[in-house]
């Protein structure tokens, strides 16, 4: 294989994933219950053998750095790496100014690698990718640029940059998050549009030409999709690698050409959902091509108290429950639980994402929420049932999730309490 350097940009602020990037970057939020989001295009880099990766980080990267330090260690004896890489400023005394300035600001790290070819990938979504085929099709076409793309619906077209192709598989067009109306859609098919997944694969040489010329533009947004992008193809070879026929072992029919932009609340929240059906769409238990991430040492998950004359049973179905966990008389369904959760007596939570280090205490019940780490909700709290009172108290998103930010004190709700103290034991 030739010399190649995989580049990760996990920068963003995430604003549209808050309150859950309040205190982390969105690649950090958590993910699957064991897994941080960026826990995913790493294994996919990692699958396919390309193992000299750096991640370009910025706000609030604390959590990521720590996860990549003690998670992600590769054969230093062999030249392999998973390094992260802040804002060092390297160009005068400012942030990255877009993805595009992220590169630019760290050339130094490909100058110093000499790769033949530099893989510019997105931090945040939830794919299975062998980035190698990737790389056979741009060398194939001898492209200086080669942009890999998926059909999404026609109405989500304003959250992607919208590719036209030719007859080659050469782009010919493009439009940064375009209306609905105005978006290009794929010939013979009006309700689908060509999308850009924001993973590239550049020639060395055409990847530090175009952000050269990109930083010298002072109207540019220094962006890959709206300044690199959408200029290149006018000048230079740049080919659009259809997502759908990637192939990785192990997958299934239903899987193939699953990828999730998880930048919002809903989107991540159904993304979570996907991975709780008896036969997922996205398929954690693939052992052929692992989703890898950070280990920790807690003990099983626990499930106590058979007590069915009471009602107090501690059981789970259709979730996720991560290590650490105790079920301790209390009843999940269709949730993801990520480690040393605990559910007490009487609680009933369904289709709901847990963080780690949640409590939910005795008669709680709990629906369509995504609960932050190190909450604790006293005993007969009711989440997700009265949309005005959720509102009133919590972060609702346009479909109803409700969302608690991490740490997040909640007073125990007094008339609840006091209905059911009786029956507390």
Sequence with gaps: MERTLALILAGGEGRRLDPLTRDRAKPAVPFGGR????????????????????????YKSDSLNKHISRGWRLSAMLGHYVETVPAQMRTGPQWYRGSADAVYQNLNLITDEEPDHVFVFGADHIYRMDVRQMLQYHREMAADCTVAAIPMPREQAPDFGVIEVDSSGRMVGFQ???????????????????????????????????????????????????????????????????????????????????????????????????????????????????IYTFQSNYPPAKFVFADRDNDRIGMATDSLVSEGCIISGGTVHRCVLSPQVRINSYAHVEESILFEKVNIGRHCRIRRAIIDKYVDLPPGTVIGYDPEEDRRRFHVTPEGVVVIPKGMHIEAERPSYVAVEHQLV
């Design 35 to 58: 897994y941080r989001i960026i826990d995913f295009v790493l294994s996919n880099f990692a699958n396919s053998g390309i193992l000299k990766i750096k991640i370009l980080t910025q």
């Design 176 to 290: 940064e998050k375009p209306s609905v109306e105005e978006a290009k859609t794929i010939p013979g098919d009006p309700t689908r549009i060509l999308a850009s997944m924001g993973n590239y694969i550049f020639t060395t040489d055409a990847l530090v030409r175009e952000v050269v010329r990109d930083a010298a533009r002072p109207d540019s947004e220094h962006d890959f999709g709206k300044s690199i992008i959408a200029r290149m193809y006018e000048h230079a070879r740049v080919y659009v690698y259809d997502f759908m026929q990637n192939s990785v072992p192990g997958i299934g029919p239903k899987e193939r050409g699953y990828w999730r932009d998880v930048g919002k609340i809903d989107t991540y929240f159904n993304s979570n959902m996907d991975l709780v059906d008896v036969d997922p769409v996205f398929n954690l238990y693939n052992d052929r091509w692992p």
